[in-house]
């Protein structure tokens, strides 16, 4: 029988491993100071731009490099619909982190899309607020319950890095007990909550998409499958490897570089957000820009489809 001594020993082993795997997901702010809180959506966030503003750091210039170079949007041309986009930042980051580039990316999507289109950001366990953003800004009645005839439609995204990742699914569970569809969720290198699913994406979502790595500590969710799949078209899960591919994480400590590099690779790549903006700019835009089919290096499970969706069946609306 072992003693009580070594099971205490070993609880305690597991707990430091499991304390360290989450100060190692922490961005560790270092010479850049964490920004005051505030709402991307706001009227400052427009000249918070990343792809204009100067003082964005270089690695997460680079992160969005390839989305920074993409036209603009024509606003004249009416080519932008209405839709909610929400993103979640990963481990216990704020969600008005600046040294995450879930956080930029939605003031740069604030910039490309304008009003038309509302963007927020949240910690992933903020879904409590989240939720309270939804049922404003669809306007719900007093249950929060959606009927389809309330309002036109107004098409809802969710996006998220690793626990940011796995709580779009949760997010969109919650939103298919109230009958709320969802158009897209994007997966990045998502990383499993404890009794959480972020493998089953529900039946509520019409598209989705995962990317993922499979080294480090924390390796990404590899596959996510339909619950329906007559009513969720799984775009595709895509594997991202970064063995012969130097990307800048610079916005992270050396601890995070040195021993979750991975996981913060694929979070910086600049392909995956271009992948990303391709993605979203195919549900808002009326005459988006075709996504590549591809990546030509990494392996994945199926090709980006064209970038829209009109010919899949939209999802349940209840």
Known sequence: ????????????????????????????????????????????????????????????????????????????????????????????????????????????????????????????????????????????????????????????????????????????????WRGIPVALTIQIDSVKKFGRDDRTVPENVARAVNFYQRKGLTPGQSRIVPADPARTEVVGNFHMTYQDRDINCDNYHWLSRVFNRPHHEIENDPRVWDQVASLIDSEVLAHPRLAPSRFPDDNQDSALAPATSAAHPRAATH
């Open 1 to 176: 029988m072992q003693s009580k001594q070594a099971i205490e020993r070993r609880a305690t082993g597991r707990a430091h491993s499991v304390f360290l795997l989450l100060l190692l997901m922490q961005p560790f702010p270092r010479q850049l100071a964490i920004a005051q809180v505030q709402n991307v959506s706001s009227a400052d966030a427009e000249h918070a731009d990343p792809c204009q503003d100067p003082s964005t750091p270089a690695a997460l210039k680079e992160a969005l490099r390839l989305v920074c170079s993409r036209d603009p949007v024509q606003f004249a041309n009416r080519d932008v619909r209405k839709a909610l986009i929400i993103g979640f930042v990963g481990g216990f980051v704020r969600r008005d982190n600046i040294k995450q580039p879930e956080v930029l990316f939605a003031r740069y999507l604030f910039g490309r899309y304008g009003a038309t289109v509302h963007v927020e950001i949240f910690g992933n366990h903020d879904g409590k607020r989240a939720l309270a953003e939804v049922i404003e800004r669809l306007n719900l009645k007093g249950n929060g319950v959606f009927i389809a005839s309330d309002k036109e439609p107004v098409k809802i995204i969710l996006y998220g890095h690793s626990w940011g990742a796995s709580q779009t699914l949760a997010f969109a569970r919650e939103l298919q």
